[in-house]
Each structure stands twice: as structure tokens, then as C-alpha cells.
């Protein structure tokens, strides 16, 4: 698709290096799974779900919602004094004055099964640079349920993470007194003590200030698209994405969207009436509560449109944050049963292979929310009676990749 991105001055001068295809990743009907979510039943408001693949955003490795966090962070590592990076307080700039140099090596940590352990992987490779990647035995419930341990172990995104020529390091469960960043800081100065410049690059690439970015102009590409897509057939009003369901696992994904789309409507008038779209994060993990996530992607999403010239605190609020928790299953990286079922669903009816950790529960929350009327009744709540007519409302399910640790999960 050519469409032409048409980003503000603020956003557009930030530095970035494009990682992704020239076109946009594409966005197409899921079909069978709207008339599914339909059903029989009566409707005032008629669903219709699509899906934006961005497991088809960049040529490389294993394509997914990596790559555009990256984009925005790789001109610190170029950079001949990087701010950001020299320890596992990503967040916090280098001090003035703190002589580093080039960065030799990115070093990162995940799941045993991380698909952002991959793409830090291809990126390093991409620019020239050694990567280091740790992977947490203990992080979630992945490898104790697994049927073949050896087998997760090495295939799925480990084995991708080695053909890569990343040094794969196995971790086991820290103990008191170590923590996990405890062993991270032993992993750099181990580098800096043979020579290198590590440059640490936070799980999901989340906590790192950048990382909100590229999902902020994310927002604007599918703003972009929704005109070329959805304009045949429906009102102008109808013309555009009302509910975006992504997954939520460290959480900027979700922030930088929000950011993004707080900063088209600032920029971009809002037809008369129509409310803000909604960025529904989907939890892919029971391990911390909904309201720590809350408060992270809210940061997050402040961070980036600060960076972007919105007003943090007034622009964005706790209001724009919704997430659902009732699909996250029993433990990070298990697959449960319904899980499975809607995995399974997606293949045969779409032709469209998702992942066992987030998509898959991303997939099923959306279908939930169109089945049981959920995005009709927050349609209807916030509608006046002459509103009320029957309406049609598109969701878009943000595919962020992940496929690639299938091979692991010997029982699907």
C-alpha cells in the first residue's frame, strides 16, 4: 500500500532508523471471525474485526512489534556518547561527563521463549554489533509445564536467537541475595572487563525513554490507512478504527499508542461527536495486578508524548488506560485450554497463525468483547438516545508477531 505518512513536526524530527518494509504493514478483514462474533443475536451496533499484521512490518527475522521500538533507540547505540544504556536503570540517562564511547555489544533478557530477545538479536547484526542475550529459566510458567523441557530449551525463538549468532546465555532463578538485575550487572562488567562497550537494551524494550516512540507513529499509520480501507461502503463517521486490541506484557506497545493517538487528535481535528478510539491492552501475564500495569503504561505513554510535545499530564490521563485481565491464564507463557481453542480458530477460519503467549490472547479477548456485546454496550453507554441507531464499529487486533515460538510448544 502507498500511502504517504504524515507525521507532525514534533514526531517527525525525532531521530529513527527505519527497520521496516517500505510499505506499511498491511491491515485486511478477518471476516469468518466477524460473522462468528455476530452470531444470531440482535444488534444495534454491527462489529466488524481486522487484523494489522505487523508480523509482516520488516524484512527482518521474525517480524513483530520490536523492531519499531528499536528504530527510535538505535541512534543512542550509534551514537558516539549514547545517553541511555550503561545499566539496567534504562531509564536514566548517563551522567554528563561519563566517558563510554561506541557500543560494541547489545545485551538483553527475556522468556526463555522472547520474541524480543530475536529482534534485538537481528538488529545487532543489522548495524554491526555483538548481542548477548539472557534468557530467565524461571520467568513464567513456560518451560516447568512444558511436556519436552529439553526441547524448549532449544527450539522456537532459541534456536532463531543462535542462528542469529547471538551469545545465548541459560539462566536459572536468581536467589537471595541476587536478583535478576543483579546477574544483568555481572553479564556487563563482565564485557566492559574484556574490552567491550555493552549497551543495555530493558525487556520489551519498554522501560528504555524511547521505546514508547515507535508505536506513536504507529497510530498514525493506521490513521493513515483506515481512510483507504474503510471509506467503501461506510459513512465517514464509520471510517476509522473505534477499538485497537493489543497485547499488553511490559506495556509500551500500549502506552505508545495511546501517546500517538492523543497527539493525532491534537493535531488532527476529531469529527464533531465522535468519541476518542479506544486502545484496549489485552494482559498476557497474572503475575502483577492490573493496576501496576495501569500505572507503567501511563508513564510510558507520558514519557513518549513528552517527547513528542504534548502536555504529559494533562494530555493523558489514567482515563485513557484500559486493560482486561481475563484472558492473561493461569501463568506467563502457558497456554490454556480456551487459549489454545482460539489459536486453533484463528488458523482454520483466517488462515492467520498466531502465537501461544500474546496474540493468541489478544485474538481471543477482541472476539470476547464483539461476541458477548461488550463493545456494544460501551458503544451505547456513551451514546444519546437519537445516537442509538443501528451502527457499524471496526476493531482492528494488532498482530505483534510471535510465531516463531510455536516449534517450542509441542502440543499444539
Known amino acids: ?44 451496533v454491527q462489529v466488524s474485526l481486522y487484523a494489522k499484521r505487523e508480523d509482516h512490518a520488516s524484512p ?17 547505540i550509534l551514537s558516539s556518547q549514547p545517553q541511555y544504556g550503561a545499566g539496567v536503570a534504562a531509564d536514566k540517562p548517563v551522567g554528563l561527563g561519563t566517558p563510554r ?41 513456560g518451560l516447568s509445564t512444558a511436556t519436552d523441557k529439553e526441547a524448549f530449551l532449544r527450539t522456537g525463538n532459541v534456536q532463531v536467537v543462535k542462528l542469529l549468532g547471538s551469545d545465548v546465555r541459560m539462566l536459572e532463578p536468581p536467589t537471595p541475595p541476587k ?83 492523543k497527539l493525532l487528535d491534537k493535531t488532527r481535528s ?27 503504561i501511563l508513564q510510558f505513554a507520558r514519557r513518549a508524548g513528552e517527547l513528542m510535545g504534548l502536555d504529559p499530564e494533562n494530555d493523558i490521563t489514567m482515563d485513557d488506560v484500559l486493560l482486561d485481565d481475563r484472558f492473561a491464564g493461569s501463568r506467563y507463557g502457558v497456554l490454556d485450554a480456551q487459549t489454545k ?24 479477548g477482541m472476539m470476547h468483547w464483539a461476541a458477548e456485546g461488550e463493545i456494544e454496550k460501551d458503544i451505547l453507554s456513551s451514546s444519546t438516545g437519537q445516537e442509538q441507531e443501528q451502527r457499524q464499529v471496526n476493531a482492528l487486533f494488532i498482530h505483534t508477531g510471535g510465531q516463531s515460538a510455536l516449534g517450542a510448544y509441542a502440543d499444539i
Open 1 to 44: 500500500m502507498s500511502l504517504k505518512l504524515q507525521l507532525p513536526e514534533t514526531l517527525a524530527a525525532l531521530p529513527r532508523v527505519n527497520l521496516l518494509y517500505p510499505f506499511f504493514s498491511p491491515i485486511h478483514p478477518l471476516q469468518s471471525l466477524s460473522a462468528s462474533a455476530r452470531g444470531t443475536r440482535a444488534q444495534k
Open 60 to 76: 527482518l527475522a521474525c517480524s513483530g512489534n520490536k523492531y519499531r521500538k528499536l528504530e527510535y533507540i538505535i541512534p543512542d
Open 101 to 141: 564511547g561506541k557500543v560494541t555489544t547489545l545485551v538483553t533478557e527475556g522468556a526463555v521463549q522472547s520474541n524480543h530477545t530475536v529482534q534485538v538479536a537481528a538488529v545487532a547484526s543489522k548495524i554491526g554489533l555483538e548481542s548477548v542475550v539472557l534468557l530467565h529459566k524461571g520467568t513464567g510458567g
Open 179 to 261: 536478583t535478576g538485575d543483579d546477574l544483568v550487572e555481572e553479564v556487563l562488567e563482565e564485557l566492559r572487563a574484556q574490552g567491550k562497550n555493552p549497551y543495555w537494551v530493558p525487556s520489551g524494550a519498554s522501560l528504555h525513554p524511547l521505546g514508547g516512540l515507535g508505536y506513536a507513529r504507529c497510530a498514525f499509520e493506521i490513521a493513515a490507512q483506515e481512510g483507504e480501507l474503510l471509506l467503501s461502503g461506510q459513512s465517514p463517521e464509520e471510517s476509522r478504527f473505534d477499538y485497537i486490541f493489543v497485547a499488553c506484557g511490559s506495556g509500551s506497545t500500549v502506552g505508545g499508542l495511546i501517546a500517538g493517538f
Open 270 to 296: 476529531r469529527r464533531q461527536g465522535s468519541p476518542p478510539r479506544r486502545v484496549v491492552g489485552i494482559l498476557t501475564s497474572p503475575t502483577r495486578r492490573k493496576p501496576y500495569h495501569a500505572e507503567r
Open 341 to 364: 481453542e482460539t489459536l486453533t480458530l484463528v488458523a482454520e477460519k483466517e488462515e492467520v497463525i498466531l502465537d501461544p503467549v500474546y496474540t493468541a490472547k489478544v485474538a481471543r
